[in-house]
C-alpha cells in the first residue's frame, strides 16, 4: 500500500462544521475510549461552531464534556452483548433522529457495528476508528469487520493504516491518518520539579552516581523484559558500570515476575537490575532516567508511553516494530543527523545493549541535539492541536461526500 494514499485532508478545514451537529460514541476508558482526545474534539468541534455531542456509558466524563461546551447522552456504548447490541442499533438510530445528528464518529471496535447499522438506518455519515496498531487478526464478521466500512477510517499511524489495509482492502482509499494527540505543557521538562525526579530515582533504589535505564511497560511476554534483562548482562560483561536497570511495570501474571527475577539471578545481574510497578508519575521518571527502553517485539507493545518520552526529550530506545519508527527518527531510516532516537531489531539483544551503550556514551552536546530533536518531532506530529484539526479535516470530508 502507498504512503501517498493515506495522506490527510488539507488543513484548516473546521469551517464547513459550522451548524452541524456531531455525535461521538466512546466506550469507557477501561474498554478502549480514549477521553482526552474526545475531550479535545469536543472543544475544537465547539470553537469551529458545531454542536457537539457524546455518547457514552452513564457517569462517563460527563462534567468534563459540559465544562468545554459539549453534551452528554448516557449511552452503553461498552456492551459487548449481540441482542443489546441490536437494541442499541435501534436506540443509536432514534438519537440521531431526534438530535439531528450529520455525522456520527464511532471511537472504537466495539461500537462500530451498532453506529455502522444506525447510520445506514438513518443515512448519515459514519467515521470509524482502527485501534492502537490494527492487529492483523481477521476479525469477526459484521461486528470488528464493520471498523472497514466507515465512510472515513481513521488509524493512528501509517503502520496501522497499512495493517487495516490489509484486513479491509476495500477501505483503502477511506483511510486517513489521526496520529494520538498530547498535552504538549504536561510534557514540558520545565514542568517537572527537581524534587518529583529525586522521589522517582528514590523509589527506584538509585544512587547519585548511577545511570538508569528504564524500562516502563507492563510485564508482559510480548514487552521484551527478558531482552532488557538479557542487554544489561552484555552491557556488564563489556564493563560499562554505574548503572541500573529499572523494569516499571505491574505484571500481568505472577509467573512471568518469577521467571524474570530467574533470569535476572541467573546472567549474574541482580545488584544492577530492580523491579518495580509501573511509575505513577510518569514524566519524572523520564527525566530521572538515562536512557528509556522500549523492547517490544510486537507491534501492540509500542505504547503511547513511548510518545511521552520522546515528547519529554528523554534519550529513547525503541524495537523496531510498529509505529516505532514513526515517533522516533533513527538509522537506517533516516540520516544520523536527524537522530532523535535510537532502533533495533526486536528480539536482539545484542542490538538493544548496543543502543544503550551508544546513548549512555553521548558527549553533553550530541546528547543535549537529540533531545532537542525528540521534543520538536514529537509536537510536530502528536500535539493535541495538529490531532483535533486532522480530525476535524476527516469530519469534513466526510460530510462533504
Not at 49 to 67: K, N, Y
Request: overall charge positive.
Amino acid at each position: 500500500m502507498k504512503i501517498e494514499a493515506l495522506t490527510p485532508f488539507g488543513r484548516g478545514a473546521d469551517a464547513p462544521l459550522a451548524g452541524r451537529t456531531v455525535l461521538q460514541i466512546v466506550p469507557a476508558l477501561s474498554a478502549g475510549g480514549d477521553e482526552r482526545a474526545t475531550l479535545a474534539v469536543t472543544a475544537a468541534l465547539v470553537h469551529a461552531g458545531a454542536r457537539a455531542l457524546v455518547a457514552s456509558d452513564p457517569g462517563e466524563f460527563a462534567s468534563e464534556l459540559q465544562a468545554v461546551g459539549g453534551l452528554h447522552l448516557p449511552f452503553p456504548a461498552s456492551n459487548k452483548n449481540p441482542l443489546s447490541m441490536t437494541l442499541n442499533l435501534r436506540r443509536l438510530a432514534r438519537i440521531i433522529e431526534e438530535e439531528r445528528v450529520n455525522l456520527v464518529h464511532a471511537r472504537s471496535r466495539s461500537v462500530a457495528w451498532v453506529a455502522l447499522g444506525a447510520c445506514r438506518k438513518t443515512k448519515r455519515p459514519l467515521v470509524t476508528a482502527v485501534q492502537g496498531e490494527a492487529s492483523g487478526a481477521p476479525g469477526r464478521p459484521g461486528f470488528e469487520a464493520a471498523v472497514g466500512d466507515g465512510d472515513r477510517v481513521v488509524a493512528a499511524s501509517y503502520f496501522a493504516a497499512q495493517r487495516a489495509g490489509e484486513r479491509f482492502p476495500a477501505a483503502l482509499a477511506r483511510l486517513r491518518i489521526v496520529r494520538p494527540g498530547l498535552d504538549l505543557a504536561e510534557l514540558s521538562p520545565q514542568a517537572v520539579s527537581r524534587l518529583r525526579v529525586a522521589k522517582a530515582r528514590e523509589a527506584w533504589g538509585a544512587a547519585p552516581h548511577e545511570r538508569v535505564v528504564l524500562a516502563p511497560s507492563r510485564l508482559a511476554p510480548r514487552r521484551g523484559q527478558r531482552f532488557v534483562i538479557e542487554a544489561a548482562a552484555i552491557l556488564k560483561e563489556r564493563g560499562l558500570d554505574d548503572i541500573r536497570f529499572v523494569l516499571a511495570g505491574d505484571a500481568a501474571k505472577p509467573a512471568l515476575a518469577r521467571e524474570l527475577d530467574a533470569l535476572t539471578a541467573k546472567r549474574g545481574v541482580k545488584p544492577i537490575v530492580t523491579r518495580v510497578g509501573g511509575a505513577a508519575d510518569r514524566p519524572a521518571a523520564f527525566i530521572a532516567a538515562n536512557v528509556v527502553v522500549f523492547a517490544a517485539t510486537e507491534p501492540e507493545g509500542i505504547a503511547r508511553a513511548a510518545i511521552e518520552a520522546a515528547g519529554m526529550g528523554a534519550l529513547v530506545v525503541a524495537s523496531d516494530v510498529g509505529a516505532a519508527r514513526e515517533i522516533l527518527a533513527a538509522p537506517p531510516h533516516d540520516a544520523p543527523e536527524v537522530r532523535s532516537g535510537w532502533l533495533f531489531a526486536a528480539g536482539d539483544a545484542k542490538a538493544l545493549a548496543d543502543a544503550i551503550e551508544a546513548a549512555l556514551t553521548l558527549g553533553a552536546t550530541q546528547r543535549e541535539a537529540i533531545r532537542a530533536r525528540s521534543r520538536a518531532r514529537i509536537a510536530e506530529f502528536y500535539s493535541l492541536d495538529r490531532m483535533t484539526r486532522d480530525t476535524l479535516a476527516v469530519y469534513a470530508e466526510a460530510l462533504a461526500r
